[in-house]
């Protein structure tokens, strides 16, 4: 795995995937959408979550939702030292307004202020020149 200069991981990115990093740093959140029952995919599959079809589309999604749950990191993950900085950490699994379920971490609130319902949009944070990720703050 690959770092950025601060030393945090950068993801791959493949083919498949491509559209929603790209996606992201347009600030724009992408998701594929199956053409023949309409279920939005998270992560990017070859095939549809909900009906296995491969008819498959990359739309922009609202970037709104909702906690669905979250943990809260105290220690840092994966080795990578450079995450020291931002601990406690909260990880959130968001409820999207648009019907996907997707994980990011929650910024902008204490581990204490966060709580399953709480509002959220997402914001992108760049990570190298042809990708951003996710992020959610309270909305
Ligand atoms: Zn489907």
């Known amino acids: 795995m690959t770092q ?6 950068v993801p791959e990115i493949t083919e498949q ?13 992408m998701m594929q959408k199956c053409k023949r029952c309409g279920t939005l995919n ?3 599959k070859p095939w549809c979550v909900e ?5 498959l ?3 922009e999604v609202k970037p709104t939702g909702s906690v669905y749950s979250y943990t809260v ?24 307004d648009d019907g996907a379920r997707m994980y990011g971490q929650v ?10 319902g709480m509002r959220v949009a997402a914001y992108f944070e ?13 909305a």
């Open 51 to 55: 009906c296995a079809d491969r008819a």
């Open 57 to 59: 589309e990359w739309v």
């Open 107 to 116: 910024t902008g609130c204490s581990p204490e202020e966060v709580y399953i």
């Open 126 to 138: 760049d990570i190298g020149s042809d990708a951003a990720i996710p992020k959610f703050r309270p």
């Open 73 to 96: 990191a105290y220690v840092v993950m994966m080795n990578f030292p450079a995450w020291k900085n931002d601990l406690p950490l909260v990880m959130g699994i968001i409820d999207l």
């Open 42 to 44: 998270f992560l990017p």
């Open 4 to 9: 950025i200069p601060e030393g945090k991981p």
């Open 17 to 29: 995937t491509r559209p929603f990093w790209t996606g992201a740093k347009n600030r724009k959140l």
